[in-house]
T-cell receptor
């Protein structure tokens, strides 16, 4: 059974802190790993990672995938209250003709206190 | 603007009723998906469709039904057989082309009263 596990499930830090969110996976036919930020409604796309191991960066956010450890981390530096959200990790399995869908982790609920 | 429109945003259902959630897209994406989100559960796949007139069950399809008569539309019916339908429902499309990735709608929050 395909499995995506995120940790921690919840995290409370102070503004300015750096946080690291984890995502590990056990899936067949791995294609890519996606990170999303969900504030109130629709998840918004952050990064797509593949087995190439190339780090992705966007402002204070960065992410990388370790294909040996079958895991990925999402780093947020100098956190702000606007970073408070649920961060979702999802794995795409390759089906040959497209994507069958995403398998999501349970998410990490991040709260940034002023 | 290109995107996904889900309606209604909030829906209340009485016990024993069927309700239908709408998902419309103008992104010209072939693949469409329905996910259910419960607190602490992440997103779980209900149904997906990779092409018009074809759809497949996801991990939690029991008590749900879908249709895909048009490329733009993928409605989800929550039937009375679904014993615990209160949840947040998200529709998504997938682009396998140049803009590879998923796009999500804003969701429908369904509550049983």
């Amino acid at each position: 059974e395909d499995k995506v596990v995120q940790s921690p499930l919840s995290l409370v830090v102070h503004e300015g802190d750096t946080v690291t969110l984890n995502c590990s996976y056990e899936v067949t036919n791995f294609r890519s790993l996606l990170w999303y930020k969900q504030e109130k409604k629709a998840p918004t796309f952050l990064f797509m990672l593949t087995s190439s191991g190339i780090e992705k960066k966007s402002g204070r956010l960065s992410s990388i995938l370790d294909k040996k450890e079958l895991s990925s981390i999402l780093n947020i530096t100098a956190t702000q209250t606007g970073d408070s959200a649920i961060y979702l990790c999802a794995v795409v399995m390759y089906s040959g003709g497209g994507a069958d869908g995403l398998t999501f982790g349970k998410g990490t609920h991040l709260i940034i206190q002023p | 603007d290109g995107g996904i429109t889900q309606s209604p945003k909030y829906l209340f259902r009485k016990e024993g009723q069927n309700v239908t959630l709408s998902c419309e897209q103008n992104l010209n994406h072939d693949a469409m998906y329905w996910y259910r989100q419960d607190p602490g559960q992440g997103l779980r796949l209900i149904y997906y469709s990779q092409i018009v007139n074809d759809f497949q069950k996801g991990d939690i399809a029991e008590g749900y039904s879908v249709s895909r008569e048009k490329k733009e539309s993928f409605p989800l019916t929550v039937t009375s057989a679904q014993k615990n339908p209160t949840a947040f429902y998200l529709c998504a499309t997938f682009d396998s082309g140049a803009n590879y990735g998923y796009t999500f709608g804003s969701g429908t929050r369904l509550t049983v009263v």
